[in-house]
């Protein structure tokens, strides 16, 4: 092994993967009940979904930050294992298989910034 | 004649994980991502709807709450929570705080992921609550 080796892009899909995964373990449970189950049972639809309040919470820049943060390293975290499953699902087609991954992961993350840039 | 005698494998290559309990839990976090992956698509979704009109945001909450809505979304709560599990399971082997001469033990730590856990999620629940 040579003592200067050289960066591979492995390690960036991967802090990405550990990032997203650290991530989602701590606000994606409350964040399904709150935008997923809640509503169902009569919470959060009349005060923080609320159509005022949601957009009025999401036309400020620390939220948009926030949540811009949360779905970007979600989305990378999902394509990076999305990536590892298909494997383990007998799919060997590797680089086709990351290329879509990582590629649909690029138009999510762009998807979300256009989303929240007309908000507010 | 040789008494050469090759090994086949005789796993399958889609179902070799139900040969073992390890392997079908490792699945099950591997899976986690098909629903933080169609869950984050329905949240993109929805800010496009809340960026287009109140009406637009509200027929998004309908869908939500619709009976295929509550389904996924109860399911993937139940993926989300596993995901949760076993992530904080794993913090103990990826990360090693050292106190002094000792290595923090890891009940403490995964305790300390718990504790922020439930605080970050009481906030999000408070912030939803509070409108």
């Given at each position: 092994m040579s003592a200067v080796s050289k960066p591979s892009p492995k390690a960036i899909f991967w802090f990405l993967f550990a990032a997203g995964g650290t991530v989602c373990a701590f606000v994606l449970p409350a964040m399904i009940f709150i935008t997923g189950i809640g509503p169902a049972i009569g919470l959060f639809d009349q005060s923080g979904l609320s159509y005022p309040s949601?957009?009025?919470?999401?036309?400020?820049?620390?939220?948009?930050?926030?949540?811009?943060?949360?779905?970007?390293?979600?989305?990378?975290?999902?394509?990076?294992?999305?990536?590892?499953?298909?494997?383990?699902f007998g799919i060997r087609a590797d680089s086709i298989v990351a290329l879509t991954l990582y590629g649909l992961a690029t138009i999510g993350t762009l998807a979300t910034i256009i989303a929240l840039l007309r908000i507010g | 004649m040789s008494g050469r005698k090759p090994y086949k494998q005789q796993l399958s290559r889609t179902c070799w994980f139900m040969t073992s309990a390890r392997y079908k839990t490792y699945m099950l976090h591997e899976i986690s991502s098909i629903f933080v992956t169609i869950y984050t698509i329905i949240l993109i979704v929805?800010?496009?709807?809340?960026?287009?009109?109140?009406?637009?945001?509200?027929?998004?909450l309908a869908a939500v709450t619709s009976p295929i809505g509550i389904i996924f979304h109860l399911v993937a709560f139940a993926f989300f929570l596993i995901h949760t599990t076993s992530w904080f399971k794993a913090v103990p082997q990826a990360t090693r705080i050292m106190r002094g001469e000792e290595v923090l033990p890891g009940n403490i730590l995964v305790g300390a992921h718990y504790g922020v856990f439930a605080i970050v999620s009481l906030f999000f629940i408070v912030l939803a609550a509070v409108g």
């Open positions: 949601i957009y009025g919470f999401f036309s400020l820049w620390i939220p948009k930050l926030a949540l811009f943060g949360i779905i970007f390293l979600a989305l990378w975290h999902a394509a990076h294992r999305l990536r590892v499953c298909a494997h383990d | 929805g800010l496009f709807r809340l960026g287009e009109s109140r009406e637009a945001w509200e027929g998004w």
